[in-house]
């Protein structure tokens, strides 16, 4: 009989095993519809030596139902899922649901109706909801149910625009391709280093085998450029690419860089895709005909047919770590499918996590290194603003050098940038009558003032009120103060000392929108735009020649929290925003606001000595057995009962296990010891490099029971420490 062994989309169950009923074709990979109980359920059809599953009975299996119409989930990517599931300790079918991100595609391809304006006008009164669609709809081509998202009125409203003639339907291919990108489109000239180095990616594509590549470039060497030729050759070879990006945000200027490049643009792939776009994409990555990819890190779980190089752009980044659900580095995971896949990988960075260039100076990674600006120009002049000595004045942030090197800039027409990495106006109010502090009620977090929506905010849940007029508490009115700045704060300051200057405030309150971006990166390079203002979403992939000064607000900042990478972020961040000034043929000027000007990494930022930095750091975490000389696993326990939590997490250390190479910290309250309405407890453990933590934690919970309401979650190689 033919038996076979099913992957299901229930992480609760293990492998299911089915009759395969005769006349049904499949193999592993096989995206497959099993019944289950009454239901049908979705699952995928693996080798059954590799998954364990239960023996049960042939003549008690049930029968598949289908074979969905969508190429199987080709080996290397179900190698990759196993990896997953295996390193960072999530059910396999967690992993493997990432594989299948598209529901809608499983079913096939064929049509979808969607609807647009039609651009007739309306005959008689518009109601309120008609006159908001047709605002919020132009240029939009989308179902009905997602053109009601974007217009926010009901599905109702919507057919009745389409009975008016005002909405027509366009029946739309989901399967169209997508224009090929060209690799002789416009070829750049590149410089002599970036030759050399670009060669060195042409061959391993060429070559078709894992070759991990550190490229190590300074801001503005033109990295995107050498490995755009990579990308060239793996197209000529009708083979697909991967990019990966950090922050949606980024995708707009990288887009344009290269459709200019390639004559066609990429296909995109994130988190805020309409779903027939997902649909699309999803297929046609599947089918092998949409050749260049660019995403965030859910892209690497696609189930490319024909993969030939992964670039994992700006890959210090630490929104590659995903800290829910399967938790897990995009970074790392980039490198395993580059492995399972057998191409080559480039993580492409000016400031490299230490992690990386460990490894490159093991050997594992070929470091390839791009020392100097493109075109000439020079990396921007360093300065620190000694706080302690340069007191902005009462309710200000900005100090007297700063200042002036505002006002020298706005003279010349040329442009600056302001960084502080807090959105909204102030991180803290309190009643100045009474002293209460407008705390989450969900979280341990202070509620942020957003001047600009007039709100309160939880930065952890989105808890959000409208900022009252009278203190909560005893009732007074007018009576709250902001403490500290934010970002709106500082565009303010600006604003009164140079009352003329064109300011643009940039967070992701203010760039919500692909088309947002797009409108700031024009304005901004046509010059509209004095002075930018804006948190670390301005701090890389932008490119702004006659921007010449960058004034960090609060170089402190970051180094509060004390994490393990408290300095090396910083360092990155400070680096990488210096990295925005003086890209064009003007030199560039950086102020550095501190009240720590000794401290070894700001000492390190302003002399240049990135060298020295890394160095002094690895020693450091070398002491400390932290990453990458050891290893650190987080558990952490969660519930909406303080007390089951902390039981719960009592029980975890009272079975702790006692071994030569480990250590074990907690339980303890986590620094955000509430969150979203649970409470946290957290144990960390940190092992030697050797130890197969992986398997001891196994060991260690597997078989601990807990109440239904008790979360339980491991955080393998955390970057989060709260
Ligand atoms: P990085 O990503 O290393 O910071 P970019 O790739 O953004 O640097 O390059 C900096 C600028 O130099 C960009 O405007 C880019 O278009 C330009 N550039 C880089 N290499 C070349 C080249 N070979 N020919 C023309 N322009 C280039
Ligand atoms: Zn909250």
């Known amino acids: 009989m033919n038996r076979v062994r099913c992957l299901v989309f229930n992480a609760a169950l293990g492998p299911l095993d089915y009759r395969v009923p005769d006349g049904m074709a499949v193999e592993p990979g096989s995206v497959v519809v099993a019944p289950l109980g009454p239901r049908q359920i979705v699952g995928v059809v693996w080798e059954a030596e590799r998954l364990p599953g239960t023996e049960v009975p042939d003549s008690k299996l049930r029968p598949l139902l289908a074979v969905l119409p969508v190429p199987p989930l080709p080996a290397p990517l179900r190698r990759l899922i196993e990896w997953c599931a295996d390193y960072y300790l999530a059910p396999i079918a967690s992993v493997a649901r990432m594989a299948l991100s598209s529901t809608a595609a499983l079913r096939g391809g064929g049509t979808v109706t969607e609807y647009r304006l039609t651009g007739r006008e309306p005959t008689g009164r518009l109601t309120p909801q008609r006159a908001q669609a047709l605002d919020l709809l132009i240029d939009q081509q989308a179902t009905i149910r997602e053109l009601s998202e974007i217009a926010g009125v009901s599905d109702g409203v919507l057919r009745g625009m389409v009975n008016a003639g005002l909405l027509e339907p366009v029946l739309v291919d989901s399967d169209r391709p997508y224009p090929a990108p060209d690799p002789r489109h416009a070829v750049p000239d590149l410089s002599d280093q970036q030759r050399e180095a670009a060669a060195k990616f042409v061959a391993a594509v060429e070559e078709h085998a894992f070759r991990p590549f550190l490229l190590d470039g300074v801001t503005g060497s033109g990295k995107t450029e050498t490995y755009f030729e990579a990308i060239a050759?793996?197209?000529?070879?009708?083979?697909?690419?991967?990019?990966?990006?950090?922050?949606?945000a980024l995708t707009e200027s990288f887009l344009k860089r290269f459709e200019a490049r390639f004559g066609a643009a990429p296909v995109t792939w994130h988190s805020s895709l309409k779903s027939s776009e997902r649909r699309r994409a999803w297929r046609a990555i599947a089918g092998g005909d949409a050749r260049v990819v660019v995403g965030a890190r859910s892209a690497l779980f696609l189930p490319f047919a024909r993969l030939g190089l992964i670039v994992v752009d700006e890959a210090h980044e630490i929104s590659f770590k995903q800290d829910d659900g399967v938790r897990y580095n995009a970074r790392d995971v980039a490198v395993m499918r580059a492995r399972f896949e057998s191409v080559p990988v480039i993580l492409a960075s000016a400031t490299p996590a230490l992690e990386s260039l460990q490894m490159a100076e093991a050997g594992r990674y070929e470091r390839v290194v791009l020392p100097d600006r493109f075109g000439g120009a020079s990396l921007p002049d360093i300065a620190v603003v000694d706080l302690r000595e340069q007191q902005p004045p009462r309710g200000r942030w900005l100090a007297p050098a700063l200042v002036e090197a505002l006002k020298d800039r706005l003279e010349k027409g040329e442009q600056s940038l302001l960084f502080l990495n807090r959105r909204g106006?102030?991180?803290?109010?309190?009643?100045?009558?009474?002293?209460?502090?407008?705390?989450?009620?969900?979280?341990?977090?202070?509620?942020?003032?957003?001047?600009?929506?007039?709100?309160?905010?939880?930065?952890?849940?989105?808890?959000?009120?409208?900022?009252?007029?009278?203190?909560?508490?005893?009732?007074?009115?007018?009576?709250?103060?902001?403490?500290?700045?934010?970002?709106?704060?500082?565009?303010?300051?600006?604003?009164?000392?140079?009352?003329?200057?064109?300011?643009?405030?940039?967070?992701?309150?203010?760039?919500?929108?692909?088309?947002?971006?797009?409108e700031f990166v024009e304005q901004a390079s046509n010059k509209a735009i004095d002075v930018i203002v804006g948190t670390q979403l301005v701090t890389k992939g932008y490119h702004f020649p006659d921007l010449t000064l960058v004034g960090v607000i609060d170089a402190d900042m970051g180094l509060e929290g004390g994490d393990l990478r408290a300095a090396e972020r910083t360092y990155q961040q400070i680096a990488q925003v210096a990295g925005r000034a003086g890209r064009g043929e003007k030199p560039g000027e950086v102020l550095i606001q501190t009240r720590h000007p000794e401290a070894p990494v700001i000492e390190a930022l302003a002399s240049g000595d990135r060298d020295a930095f890394y160095a002094a750091e690895t020693e450091a975490r070398r002491d400390a057995?932290?990453?990458?000389?050891?290893?650190?696993?987080?558990?952490?326990?969660?519930?909406?009962?303080?007390?089951?939590?902390?039981?719960?997490?009592?029980?975890?250390?009272?079975?702790?296990?006692?071994?030569?190479?480990?250590?074990?910290?907690?339980?303890?309250?986590?620094?955000?010891?509430?969150?979203?309405?649970?409470?946290?407890?957290?144990?960390?453990?940190?092992?030697?490099?050797s130890t197969e933590l992986q398997r001891v934690i196994r060991a260690w919970l597997d078989p601990l029971r807990f109440p239904q309401g008790v979360r339980v979650a491991v955080d393998i190689d955390p970057y989060s420490f709260v």
Not at 634 to 647: M, N
């Open 233 to 248: 050759r793996a197209i000529g070879k009708r083979q697909q690419v991967l990019v990966l990006l950090p922050e949606i």
């Open 625 to 689: 057995g932290a990453p990458p000389f050891g290893r650190w696993a987080a558990i952490i326990v969660s519930s909406e009962e303080e007390a089951e939590a902390r039981e719960a997490a009592r029980a975890i250390g009272g079975t702790r296990p006692e071994l030569p190479d480990m250590m074990i910290l907690g339980p303890a309250p986590a620094p955000l010891s509430l969150l979203r309405g649970r409470y946290r407890y957290r144990l960390l453990v940190n092992a030697r490099r």
């Open 425 to 518: 106006y102030a991180p803290l109010t309190l009643c100045r009558n009474c002293g209460y502090r407008f705390q989450c009620p969900n979280c341990s977090a202070w509620l942020v003032e957003h001047r600009l929506s007039r709100r309160l905010a939880c930065h952890h849940c989105g808890h959000e009120v409208p900022t009252p007029d009278k203190c909560p508490e005893c009732g007074e009115p007018d009576c709250l103060v902001a403490c500290g700045p934010g970002v709106e704060r500082i565009a303010d300051e600006v604003a009164e000392i140079l009352p003329e200057a064109r300011v643009a405030l940039v967070t992701s309150d203010t760039l919500t929108s692909p088309a947002k971006a797009a």
